[in-house]
């Protein structure tokens, strides 16, 4: 076999070979699969944010990508309120209480932002919240328990959480991986939130997220 010869085999290997990854890559199932998307307007999302200050020193919203902040010593959101400082988003108009729901967005939390929510299934039947995925040092956990990513630092990354009520059932997916799997809290009043929003202990002095492309689907 002449040089020649030997390295056009090679080239049809290597051809062949990203034929099949590529063909693998579209055989692999997205969490929206299935799923029917429901449209989201400005009034679907109702904000939350210290109650002494203007939405615009916590919040900001530009070219699609929505910008949250707030700081530990920050005030709650209403003043008879015992609750963590925060500065989320609440989608509107779609609480559910039965079937299986999907909420989707890309989100960037910047190194440094420690202790905090940034999404959360709000509602059960004992407690307030369904579903916590916080941030501590980069890492992402079930409130401040299992470990379902970690390196998530100044970069985008996709996350899927699907919550299937009548199982009792959510699934987590970062960037289309499915990462985590847990018992759901009971039934409730339940809506998505996103943002920040301060753990109970051990919070960063200044807490940040971006959300861009947020979506809600429906079976």
């Known amino acids: ?73 920050d005030k709650p959101f209403k003043h008879d309120s015992g609750t963590r400082p925060r500065t989320e988003v609440r989608i509107q108009g779609y609480d559910y209480s039965s079937g299986v729901w999907q909420f989707e967005g890309y989100a960037y939390v ?9 999404v959360q299934i709000h509602g059960a039947s004992e407690g307030a919240t369904t579903l916590q995925l916080r941030i501590y040092d980069g890492n992402m956990k079930y ?10 630092y100044d970069k985008w990354f996709r996350v899927n959480i699907i919550h299937n009520v009548d199982e009792g059932k959510i699934t987590v997916f970062i960037d289309g991986e499915q990462k985590f799997v847990v018992n759901d809290q009971g039934p409730g009043d339940l809506y998505f939130k996103c943002g920040v929003y301060a753990a109970p202990a051990g919070s960063s002095n200044y807490m940040g997220s971006k959300w861009k492309n947020i979506k809600l689907f429906k079976k």
């Open 1 to 73: 076999m002449t040089m020649k010869t030997s390295y056009c085999c090679s080239v049809v290997v290597l051809l062949l070979f990203l034929c099949s990854l590529k063909e693998l890559q579209l055989c692999v199932a997205d969490p929206t699969d299935g799923f029917t998307q429901l449209p989201l307007s400005d009034d679907n999302f109702v904000l939350q944010k210290p109650y002494n200050v203007p939405l615009s020193a916590r919040y900001n919203d530009w070219d699609g990508v929505r910008s949250f902040w707030v700081y530990n010593h």
């Open 143 to 152: 409130y401040k328990y299992n470990v379902v990513a970690t390196d998530l």
């Open 110 to 118: 910047p190194k440094g932002t420690s202790g905090v929510t940034i």
